[in-house]
């Protein structure tokens, strides 16, 4: 089982709805979570961070970490053509050992005008 | 743009060659990090160096090797290649030594194994 789980997609949606992306993770160790949006042909760009449990919003983004259940969302609402790309979830631990982030294999989203 | 620069772009070879990928970091940062993506494994640890030491390994091959230069530069060297190495490998640079998860990604070099 990978450490970090994402729905692939692709995910197709109309201007202006509400995005929900989702992962699940599966070490306990994990404190840091991070949403990653890749375009097309580019590297990865950190979109979202939050430490531990708890939202964190930013704009048109709201990032929720429940660790209880180990799932990390990224909402996007009133959606825009420009969100289109593809979404990378990732997590990392704390303390030694932990330097390096595990990430989702993404979701590809398209936001259709 | 993110600061962190990768060379080449794109890079086409064949079987048994070696290549060389380059990553200049942003300026200030003294951690350097390797990726690999590909469509079927996602974004995968490679090796991380922090001034110029090998601070973390993940998932590197025995035939891939990496270095970070005393100007902060990194190179990843891969070796013998097979068609399965084909994939675009991603440098990133961080000021920190323990990731926190903000890492700057470059664009990218596309390699593609004939």
């Known amino acids: 089982q990978k450490e970090v789980e994402q729905d692939p997609g692709p995910l197709s949606v109309p201007e202006g709805a509400i995005v929900s992306l989702n992962c699940t993770y599966s070490?306990?160790?994990?404190?840091?979570f991070m949403w990653y949006r890749q375009y097309s042909r580019k590297g990865p760009e950190l979109l979202m961070y939050?430490?531990?449990?708890g939202n964190k919003e930013d704009g048109r983004f709201t990032a929720q970490v429940d660790k209880s259940s180990k799932y990390i969302s990224l909402f996007i609402r009133d959606s825009q053509p420009s969100d289109s790309a593809t979404y990378l979830c990732a997590s990392a631990g704390s303390g030694a050992g932990s330097y390096q982030l595990t990430f989702g294999k993404g979701t590809k989203l398209s936001v259709i005008p | 743009d993110s600061g962190v620069t990768q060379t080449p772009k794109h890079l086409i070879t064949a079987t048994g060659q070696r290549v060389t990928l380059r990553c200049s970091p942003r300026s200030g940062d003294l951690s350097v990090y390797w990726y690999q993506q590909s469509l079927d494994q996602g974004l995968q640890f490679l090796i991380q160096?922090?001034?110029?030491?090998?601070?973390a390994k993940g998932n590197i091959l025995e035939r891939f090797s990496a270095q970070q230069f005393p100007d902060l530069h990194s190179e990843l060297n891969l070796s013998s290649l097979e068609l399965g190495d084909s994939a675009l490998y991603f440098c990133?640079?961080?000021?920190?030594?323990?990731?926190?998860?903000?890492?700057?990604f470059g664009e990218g070099s596309r390699l593609t194994v004939l």
């Open positions: 939050t430490y531990s449990s």
């Open positions: 160096y922090y001034n110029g030491e090998e601070r």
């Open positions: 990133a640079s961080s000021v920190a030594s323990q990731t926190t998860g903000e890492l700057f």
């Open positions: 070490n306990s160790a994990f404190q840091y």
